[in-house]
């Protein structure tokens, strides 16, 4: 999504202030912060057609008004995310996150205690076979920070999806169920044989439809005009296998964005119950030390179906999760049967 960045500066005409630059004191700075943040989401943001700017910006500049520098100027930026509309975006300052949470049903502890207790844990890839002929690959969320990182963790989900050879498969069932986000490129390029080559989503400017396409050719991923990470080693192709995928509450943006990858392709299915609805695609800029991160685009499948809220999946499953015992997960055994498991 790096070309909703480019247009965002020339059509803005403001610079990204960074770090390096001198930092104007007091009010200036905070100021300026309001001015920058205000002036991307009037032009970026996807909720930027369903809100009054007049009394938007009025509301926040009243609330700022006092402010003497860029951390008591902080609070109105989340002030900002809230009056948008805008949930999944965020402004980090000194470590701190900024942000608006928007009010959600109370969550099901006693229905979802298994799956609670599985997030707790540390997250790492797991796979098995559950009987003879049928695998199992659990995709969990994750935070590449370095250099090639994404590369490495897209190669460790293909190594260990290559232990169950799918190529050799009856169906395999991929668990998104404890997968928070992070980065959405190394999860699909991770099963890129059981995807093949092509476009799988797209991020859209619900505005002006301005589109980026997302999906892998070859041994990489790609966005837009962008590859993002590649494989150094691509297993046999398995682009007819049955593909169940397990989606859930916690299932959250870029967890979301790799089921988005799944629907439309043939003989894959969606179980569970409806995700968290992290389905709008950010992006960042830079003012002063702010990491500024905003709703810009709404995600796609491959048919142009749009996703603004929870995805709902093919076949819900009420019954309890079983991380403990798979063999009498609801979840896991709904899709089993749906294989062709006995």
């Known amino acids: 999504m790096k070309k909703y960045l480019a247009i965002a500066l020339l059509i803005l005409g403001y610079p990204v202030i960074s770090s390096a630059q001198q930092i104007p004191s007091g009010a200036d700075s905070a100021r300026i912060v309001i001015d920058s943040v205000l002036s991307y989401a009037h032009h970026h943001s996807i909720y930027r057609d369903k809100v009054d700017w007049t009394k938007l910006t009025a509301t926040v500049k009243e609330r700022s008004a006092k402010a003497k520098s860029v951390q008591e100027a902080m609070p109105s930026v989340s002030l900002i995310y809230e009056l948008l509309g805008d949930f999944h975006g965020f402004a980090v300052y000194n470590r701190k996150y900024y942000r608006w949470k928007a009010p959600r049903a109370p969550f099901d502890t006693v229905k979802y205690r298994s799956l609670i207790a599985k997030a707790k844990q540390k997250h790492k890839i797991e796979f098995r076979l559950l009987q003879k002929g049928y695998g199992y690959l659990l995709i969990p969320d994750n935070n590449p920070t370095r250099p090639r990182e994404a590369d490495t963790l897209s190669q460790q989900i293909q190594d260990s999806l290559a232990k169950l050879q799918p190529e050799k498969l009856k169906g395999l069932i991929i668990d998104l169920r404890t997968n928070g986000g992070g ?142 015992n798979l063999n009498q997960d609801s979840k896991v055994i709904a899709a089993l049967q749906w294989l062709g498991a006995k």
């Open 183 to 324: 980065n959405m490129y190394p999860m699909i390029l991770g099963v890129a044989n059981l995807l093949g080559d092509g476009q799988f989503g797209s991020f859209i400017d619900p505005i002006t439809k301005q589109k980026d396409a997302w999906g892998i050719k070859g041994t990489a991923t790609y966005a837009g005009a962008d590859t993002v990470c590649r494989l150094q080693k691509l297993g046999k192709p398995a682009t007819k296998l049955k593909v169940a995928l397990l989606i859930g509450p916690y299932t959250a943006s870029s967890g979301e964005a790799t089921a988005i990858t799944f629907m439309g392709r043939k003989s894959a299915r969606l179980f569970g119950n409806k995700t968290a609805a992290y389905t709008t695609a950010n992006e960042s800029f830079r003012v002063f030390d702010i990491n500024v991160i905003m709703a810009v685009a709404v995600e796609a499948d491959r048919n142009g179906n749009t996703y603004y809220g929870a995805i709902t999946p093919e076949q819900e499953v009420n019954g309890p999760d079983n991380f403990e």
